[in-house]
């Protein structure tokens, strides 16, 4: 009798120790190192048929499904340039935000019979939908920012405005950007007038949907935006119309002028700049 109650007893045990372990599982949990995660860089990622549709990818060791994705976007007034025309702010973010992931983009170049919008702001699209649907395998988060430069800070801010269906944009930086193809500016004056030819001499409509000015909302994300006073090919209006435009829809943002500065510049107004990027970077980091 006393050895059936022994074998119960022992019995019982085992089988309340196994429960509890199962119902418990912090309690079989071994602690182990943290996954390392290397640094990922690819050349040349094709996302489309074009020979133009093509990206460059630099992701950061140790990332998470945290870590946020800049995307560069070259000048070239639509119809040229390419992705090693930024290869200098590549090298700039990744020294001083090397936790920040950077995709340098190439889109689908335009000519007088391929006007540049819907074209190349589809590309974008395509580059962003790129990162949505591989964030798990490349470990980033869908969050996305932009620094565009000419052509490239108006294709930035338009997408950013328009385009952004899942308000996944944080911040976009636009230096020297064209914002409203509808500014007497442009039309009033023969130096713009290709503007006109490039975008197959649209309607009035037509300019207004592809302009960043009017299609910022109260809902816009952070902007920063950078313009020089002697620009020979940026009328010196498109920045301060920018401006107040943003002013005006409460949307965070800030105007920097060179007034002694073309379409690009050197030296301390340079140094300048991209102290104010790296400082709009680490804001755009710490959004969550």
């Known amino acids: 009798m006393k050895r059936i109650q022994k074998l119960f007893f022992a019995s019982l045990f085992l ?6 372990s199962k119902d418990n599982p912090e309690e079989q949990t071994q602690i182990t190192d943290p996954e390392i995660v290397d640094a990922y860089e690819a050349l040349n990622v094709s996302y489309g048929p074009d020979e133009n549709q093509v990206f460059d990818i630099y992701l950061p060791e140790n990332r998470t499904h ?3 994705i800049l995307i560069l976007i070259h000048g ?4 040229s340039g390419d992705k090693m025309d ?14 920040v992931g950077i995709i340098n983009m190439n889109y689908t170049l335009a000519d007088v019979n391929n006007p540049p919008i819907p074209m190349q702001t589809d590309d974008i699209s395509a580059v962003v939908d790129y990162i949505s649907t591989n964030k798990s395998s490349l470990i980033v988060s869908e969050d996305i920012g932009f620094i565009g430069v000419s052509a490239g800070a108006h294709l930035s801010m338009l997408w950013s405005y328009a385009y952004d269906d899942n308000n996944q944009v944080d911040m976009v930086c636009s230096i020297v950007g064209p914002a409203n193809f509808t500014d007497p500016a442009y039309y009033d004056n023969l130096l713009y007038q290709p503007i006109y030819q490039l975008f197959g001499n ?3 409509e037509f300019l207004e949907s592809a302009s960043p000015y009017h299609r910022a909302t109260i809902t816009s994300p952070p902007t920063l935006l950078f313009y020089g006073g002697v620009d020979p090919l940026v009328p010196t209006s498109q920045g301060f119309d920018m401006d107040a435009k943003l002013t005006s829809l409460g949307v965070t943002h800030e105007f920097h002028f060179y007034p002694e500065e073309g379409h690009g510049w050197d030296g301390d107004n340079l140094t300048d700049t991209t102290s104010k990027i790296s400082t709009y970077i680490d804001t755009f980091i710490d959004t969550e």
């Open 202 to 204: 649209p309607s009035i």
């Open 15 to 20: 089988a309340l120790y196994f429960g509890c």
């Open 66 to 68: 945290t870590t946020k």
């Open 86 to 99: 930024m290869n200098a702010i590549k090298v700039f973010v990744s020294d001083l935000h090397p936790n």
């Open 76 to 79: 070239g007034s639509w119809i």
